[in-house]
């Protein structure tokens, strides 16, 4: 099952996707990663998808990946006397934490700590910022507004706040208990909803306990404001274009996706672009030409990742969404304008000799008849260096640990294989003679490069580099230390 593309794809399980035949045709279209959605079912229903990737998994060869997405808190108002009502542009509305049903001048929002972090002039966004309100007078209990911009407000719609760091922690009661039951039930990776502040990260990496790799949703002002500490405490980041582009003036995102894009890849860490990628998809079996062409931004801006949510997960074309977002990919990575851009973004900055050594693998690479550059790790981190090199050549990762192999199906370029555990050199470059072989990167004639740490089976050891022949009987004759 090798790939004809770099970027990774991932995929959201969901009522459209939840059977052993859809799952494995997502798999088989091109979805690398498959994300289980907490907000979205029980307990038995993750568990029973979580078994079924497992069986693809096992029935493929393939390593799989699985992210599980905790929902964080979801701020909402209360409900109202008639369901609904309609509010007009400059009409006073207050908000404050009585039980009673709300009417056309009031309803409750049971949330003191929103009141607690309010000022004079903050945005209050409702129902996806349909609705704007611009708090004029606040205290512990209330929060009087004015109407910004009208409409209808229903039961329990969703409240943005924009403007102010609110002090509420990324795990709810409920992420807590999903996070124990997924890492217990074995994802590899935990992406946390609603992060402002890096210590959101580390409380979520302390209750892990080293069972899945964290990754950031980047989807408040806040966190963009404190990107660099977040990304440094991070394992990964999705940027998540749905509620960034509801608290931020949507003109505002793309600049921003950017950034974080090209800062996660400068940090070697996984970054993944999310939220509406093919969203007519889940009524068409055909997107839009602007889905195309931000599926297309995001892998010209070279991440790691695009993600498909309710496409898969609820719609009526799941299969036809991998499809096109595969197509697209390797469209665009045939296009010798992404390697212009791609090459132009590459950090020059070399600060360790793991890095002297990706890099060097990367420049043998491309300078000589080189098919794969194959890199045996323990943790992963030397394939995240080398997939941030962004070579042309495909990149073999190569471990004897199954999760980290799971793990790195989330790394632009990686094709993951489990091996034996090595302890010599030479052992290294058979297996990754073996496997280029195996795998169809490399034939007998051909060569490879393949780097590892000496000595063996310890992480952050990456200072070994050899151009190989992927013949065993030269390895075999040559000479190794």
């Not at 990919?329 to 050594?357: F, G, L, P, Q």
């Not at 981190?381 to 190569?398: G, K, N």
């Not at 004897?400 to 052992?427: D, V």
């Not at 310890?458 to 075999?476: F, H, M, Q, S, Y």
């Amino acid at each position: 099952m090798r790939r004809l593309r770099n970027v990774k794809i991932v995929a959201t399980l969901g009522p459209a996707s939840s059977s052993y035949e859809v799952i494995r045709a997502l798999f088989e279209a091109g979805a690398d990663v498959f994300r289980l959605n907490m907000s979205h079912g029980s307990h038995d229903d993750i568990r029973a998808r979580h078994e079924i990737i497992r069986r693809i998994e096992s029935d493929t060869g393939r390593p799989i990946g699985i992210l599980a997405d905790l929902q964080g808190p979801k701020l909402r108002v209360g409900v109202f006397a008639n369901d609904s009502e309609e509010l007009a542009e400059g009409a006073p509305f207050r908000l404050d934490l009585s039980d009673a049903p709300g009417d056309a001048t009031r309803v409750n929002l049971p949330h003191p700590e929103i009141f607690a972090a309010l000022e004079p002039g903050a945005s209050l966004l409702v129902n996806d910022g349909k609705i704007r309100l611009r708090v004029h007078e606040c205290g512990t209990d209330f929060a009087n507004c004015v109407v910004e911009v009208g409409g209808t407000i229903s039961n329990r719609k969703g409240v943005n706040v924009p403007d102010v760091v609110l002090p509420l922690a990324a795990l709810s009661a409920k992420d807590r208990k999903d996070l124990e039951f997924i890492c217990d039930l074995g994802c590899d990776w935990l992406a946390l909803s609603f992060v402002q502040r890096p210590e959101d990260v580390t409380e979520a990496r302390d209750l892990a306990k080293g069972r899945a790799a964290i990754l950031s949703k980047i989807e408040k002002p806040a966190a963009v404001k404190a990107y660099d500490a977040i990304l440094e405490a991070s394992d990964g980041i999705m940027v998540a274009r749905g509620d960034l582009g509801v608290e931020l003036p949507v003109q505002a995102v793309p600049p921003i996706q950017k950034r974080l894009v090209r800062l996660a890849r400068a940090a070697a860490k996984p970054v993944i672009v999310a939220t509406q990628m093919l969203e007519s998809m889940i009524d068409s079996p055909v997107p839009t030409r602007a889905e195309v062409s931000d599926v297309a931004t995001a892998i010209y801006e070279g991440a790691d990742a695009v993600m498909l949510s309710a496409e898969s997960a609820a719609g009526h074309y799941p299969v036809e969404a991998v499809t096109t977002m595969n197509n697209v990919a390797i469209s665009v990575e045939s296009d010798s304008t992404y390697r212009e851009v791609i090459e132009a973004s590459r950090s020059a900055k070399r600060a360790s000799v793991a890095d002297a050594i990706v890099a060097a693998a990367r420049e043998i690479a491309e300078s000589t008849p080189i098919k794969a550059i194959c890199c045996f790790s323990q943790t992963g981190t030397t394939v995240s260096l080398v997939a941030r090199e962004r070579p042309r050549v495909p990149i073999m990762a190569l471990t004897p640990l199954m999760e980290t192999a799971r793990r790195m199906t989330l790394t632009w370029g990686t094709h993951c294989a489990i091996t034996e555990s090595q302890h010599r050199f030479k052992g290294a470059v058979l297996a990754a003679a073996k496997a280029a072989r195996q795998y169809g990167f490399a034939t007998e004639d051909e060569q490879i490069v393949v780097t590892a740490g000496v000595p063996f089976n310890r992480a952050g050891t990456t200072n070994i580099l050899r151009v190989a022949p992927c013949d065993e009987r030269r390895i075999v004759s040559a000479e190794f230390e």
